[in-house]
């Protein structure tokens, strides 16, 4: 009887997320080449950004450690990362991630991005990351949602501020970028905003 109190449903994974010009979805075995391409061709733009560790191992066989586990991660419902298509020609253009899924009292998680600089400044970003927060609010009943960005990503301010998330401070030496641990300022946007 006790037993069946910390069992927990396996959580459904994440359906195809459609929006107007682009679409999220989970990573399939058939995105490894485009992966590669994309993360080697923008390896210079995204690593002022990044994690140190999102920019290594990009090859077939980093792309097949890293799907494995993010798909683990998915069935057991603490992170979900989505790939970014164009609609009109099914082009991979980014990948957001939302994890750090907390259930119980928090209902929260952070999100994460990445763009392929060459379309960049296009708002494509800000729409991936407001059709993810309605999945995440509307349909996972998820309550609060953060993002850190470094202060001088000013582009990643703005996709968050026109998505209705709100600065909320200075986490300090909150990742690990470019080998250095940087502050990052924290955005969040509640359910019911």
Known sequence: MLAS???RPKPDL?????AARIYLRLPESRD??????QISRNSDFLRPWSPSA????????GFTARRA????????????VFFIFRQ????????????NIIRGAGQMATLGYWLDGA?????????AVG??????????????LQAGCLPENRASHRVLEKNGFHAEGIARGYVKINGVWRDHVIFSKLADE
């Open 131 to 144: 059709r993810l927060c309605t999945y995440a609010h509307h349909d996972m009943g998820l309550h609060r």
């Open 32 to 37: 490894a080449e485009a992966w590669v391409e």
């Open 54 to 61: 999102a920019l290594r191992q990009v090859s077939r066989h």
């Open 5 to 7: 109190l910390w069992k």
């Open 69 to 80: 586990l993010w798909q683990y991660d998915s069935h057991q419902g603490c992170a979900h």
């Open 14 to 18: 994440p359906p195809r997320l459609d």
């Open 119 to 127: 379309v960049k400044g296009q708002g494509l970003m800000t729409e």
């Open 88 to 99: 009109n020609d099914d082009a991979l253009l980014g990948g957001i991630t939302l994890g």
